[in-house]
């Protein structure tokens, strides 16, 4: 008897299935600036939505934690509190992340370079000069 069958007969329930493994797709995705706009503010909004039910959530739990004076309900009360800490910070790195993208994307190396080499002893530069001081060149 084949162990598929016997698993079958065990469990008395509908046959086994085989496994079929998806291929897997990935798309391409081209970035630029209206994506960028648009993933920064998805994600801010996100950020925003979290810490106000953390707010509802700390609130409530908070409560909670008074009414019974459980120390077990303090301590996530705490992590709670440190987990929108740290979601706040995440909202500035975001900022930060955002500015830095932005800033690379319009970064330009500099538009004229003005590089002067004379080469000449320091006697002719000064002759030069003074004769430009002059008005005579």
Request: hydrophobic fraction near 30%; avoid cysteine; proline fraction near 1%.
């Amino acid at each position: 008897m084949e162990i598929k069958s016997m698993v079958e007969e065990v469990l008395n329930d509908d046959p086994i299935k085989d496994i079929v493994n998806k291929k897997e797709t990935r798309l391409n995705v081209i970035s630029d600036d209206q994506d960028i706009n648009t993933d920064y503010t998805y994600a801010r909004e996100n950020y925003y939505n979290l810490m106000e039910k953390g707010h509802e959530a700390l609130d409530e739990l908070l409560e909670i934690a008074k009414s019974t004076e459980h120390a077990r309900h303090f301590e996530v009360a705490s992590q709670l509190i440190k987990n929108l800490g740290d979601t706040n910070e995440k909202l500035m790195n975001l900022q930060k992340t955002k500015k830095e993208v932005l800033r690379d994307k319009n970064a330009q190396g500099p538009t004229s370079v003005n590089n002067n080499l004379y080469v000449g002893s320091t006697a002719d530069l000064l002759k030069m000069l003074k004769n430009k001081e002059n008005g005579n060149e």
